[in-house]
């Protein structure tokens, strides 16, 4: 397939390009900070439950520097809180009607992004992986690293679907084409809401009574609104089955990209897209959604505050939400 311009080249965007590159894509990544000097110096160390893979693979500051061709394709590929901007960088650098894919949790990144491209696709990212140290990923997923769903937004397939399918295959990713992507990525933000909970309490606390408080105030919220949701996990048992969450050799999981967040300083967190989404939708359509209103608000506080995961007690929890 043509040249694949990753922008984000962090825990997602990270994998895609070392495995990508392996496969004999051509990737160009596009990363800031420490991340790009060290992608520059030394390429992406994807460190596995079977082992450690390592890919050299050009990488450039911004959009600008990218010199975008009319056939490449686009894998957005940066935390919600951070598309907008990116997507002003790819207009201003020339981008056009290629094709963009959200590889992104949560719901809002596809209507962002329609409001300045044409040709908009969703893509349910089944991967989970660290991004905390420069230069290195650590992927968790086993027997496969990661999977996906991909169809455009709102709605339906075309060829640049079927294309991405069959490279992300080509590259070791059990992916399918999905007309009603959407309906996953809702499904998937059920998932989500308890990244923030995890971030919070740190993933040793046993949250799942507060994590299905949360669920449940969303599935009201999406009854109400006439949303349709699948659950990425459970309607394809081949594709489930192909990717169990394991141990990395000598290495401690982070948590959910929240957590990572957290852990890393990032100054931002993804919640009020995901918690915030459900407060947004029960706010439009007169539905209470508290837990997930404290949730957002307490996001916040812990990036004001530098908060590392695990600064909240499982009781502040409990208290603050009735349980
Ligand atoms: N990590 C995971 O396990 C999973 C993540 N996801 C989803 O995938 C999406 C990406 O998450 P994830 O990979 O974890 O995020 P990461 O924070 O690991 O990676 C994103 C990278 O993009 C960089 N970035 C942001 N804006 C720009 C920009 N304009 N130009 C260049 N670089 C930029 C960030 O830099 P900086 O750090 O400086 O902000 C960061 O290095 C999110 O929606 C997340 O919810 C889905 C499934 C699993
Ligand atoms: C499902 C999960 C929690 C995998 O790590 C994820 O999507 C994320 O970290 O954002």
């Avoid at 719901?107 to 300045?116: P, Q, T």
């Avoid at 991004?131 to 640049?160: H, K, L, N, W």
Wanted: with cysteine; proline share 4%.
């Amino acid at each position: 397939m043509s040249r694949i311009v990753i922008l984000g080249v962090g825990a997602v965007g990270g994998t895609l390009a070392v495995k990508l590159t392996l496969a004999g894509q051509e990737v160009l990544g596009i990363a800031r900070g420490a991340q790009l000097e060290a992608l520059r110096s030394g390429g992406l160390t994807l460190l596995t439950p079977e082992g450690a893979l390592q890919a050299g693979f050009p990488c450039v500051a911004s959009p600008a520097e990218a010199q975008l061709r009319a056939d490449d394709v686009i894998f957005l590929c940066v935390k919600t809180q951070h598309t907008e901007a990116a997507l002003m960088q790819l207009r201003d650098a020339g981008l056009r009607d290629q094709h963009v894919f959200c590889f992104q949790n949560g719901v809002e990144n596809e209507r962002l992004a329609l409001r300045y491209f044409p040709n908009v696709h969703g893509v349910t990212v089944m991967l989970p992986a660290d991004f905390v140290q420069p230069g290195e990923v650590v992927c968790y997923g086993a027997p496969c690293i990661g999977s996906f769903d991909v169809g455009r937004y709102p709605s339906g397939c075309d060829a640049a679907d079927s294309a991405l399918v069959a490279c992300l295959e080509a590259a070791g990713f059990p992916s399918a084409t999905r007309a009603a992507v959407m309906d996953r990525k809702y499904g998937k933000l059920l998932m989500n809401l308890g990244n923030i909970v995890g971030a919070a309490l740190g993933e040793g606390v046993d949250s799942k009574t507060v994590v299905a408080a949360l669920k449940a105030e969303a599935e009201a919220v999406f009854a109400s609104a006439g949303i349709a949701w699948s659950d990425p996990a459970e309607d394809d048992d081949k594709r489930a089955a192909q990717l169990k969450i394991v141990e990395v050799p000598g290495v401690t999981r982070v948590g959910s990209s929240t957590a990572q967040s957290l852990a890393r300083g990032a100054g931002s967190v993804e919640t009020d897209y995901l918690n915030g989404e459900v407060s947004l939708l029960g706010r439009l359509h007169g539905v209470a959604t508290p837990g997930n209103d404290w949730f957002t608000a307490l996001a916040a506080r812990l990036v004001r505050e530098g908060a590392v995961p695990g600064a909240v007690t499982l009781a502040e929890v409990e208290t603050a939400l009735g349980l």
